[in-house]
């Protein structure tokens, strides 16, 4: 599925059958057991896939998929859910009981809102939301305590999401091309998409380029000084 903007979809969706699924289960490279779905052109998460719930990786990424399923907690030992290309424009509220999950990918859908549950995901490690039409996250967001990186390039951001101050763990933030608004003067805004805008912890930085970022602060202070 090409990235960035859809068309409509022309393909007859695909379905699944227990076998056909079952077929789809292989072991990484690392001994995780994992249930690759992706490219089989379905518009509707297979209900059989509930009997094959004990994995640690489920990929139903680059299919025709518009709703995620309640069901989806039945996968609770997963610790990736790839659900990048698809027409998604919700998740269910129950996403909020995989406790286990590492990653989650949702890059590439139609998403303009989380649920608060999304908060409950309390050892996730990466979130992927790229490429979606968000234009603000929920406070919960906040609550993820193992969060490092998070992707929300190509997004509808007109502001850093304040949530993401109350992430100690916090490594990356990528913010790529949203219309972030900028203040050059207190009586005017002005919008940037910004083509490049990456957010890191000062502990990350090497004591040059911490003094670099310290001297151009002082620069941009004294200009709107």
């Not at 979809?9 to 072991?27: D, F, G, P």
């Not at 490219?39 to 059989?48: G, Q, R």
């Not at 979606?132 to 509808?156: C, Y």
């Amino acid at each position: 599925m090409a990235k960035g903007k859809k068309g409509k979809r022309q393909n007859k969706s695909k379905t699944i059958n227990l076998k056909m699924a079952q077929n789809c289960v292989e072991l990484t490279l690392d001994g995780k057991r994992r249930l690759d779905l992706s490219f089989k052109e379905i518009s509707v998460v297979p209900k059989c896939i509930q009997t094959l719930c004990e994995m640690d990786e489920l990929d139903l990424s680059r299919n025709l998929i518009t709703k995620i399923p309640d069901f989806i907690d039945s996968f609770i030992t997963i610790r990736v859910l790839d659900l990048h290309s698809n027409y998604l424009e919700e998740l269910p509220a129950t996403i909020g009981r995989l406790q286990n999950l590492l990653v989650l990918n949702l890059c590439n859908n139609r998403l303009t809102s989380l649920p608060c549950e999304i908060g409950l995901l309390q050892k996730l490690q990466t979130l992927k939301l790229g490429l979606n039409q968000l234009e603000a996250l929920p406070g919960s967001i906040g609550a993820l305590k193992e969060l490092r990186n998070i992707g929300l390039s190509d997004n509808r951001f007109t502001r850093v999401p304040g949530c993401l101050a109350r992430l100690d763990q916090l490594e990356n933030v990528n913010l790529d091309r949203n219309p972030i608004l900028t203040e050059h003067d207190p009586s005017q805004m002005s919008v940037t998409v910004t083509e490049s805008l990456y957010l890191v912890k000062e502990s990350f930085l090497c004591e040059f380029c911490l003094n670099k970022c310290q001297t151009e602060k002082m620069k941009i202070e004294n200009v709107l000084n």
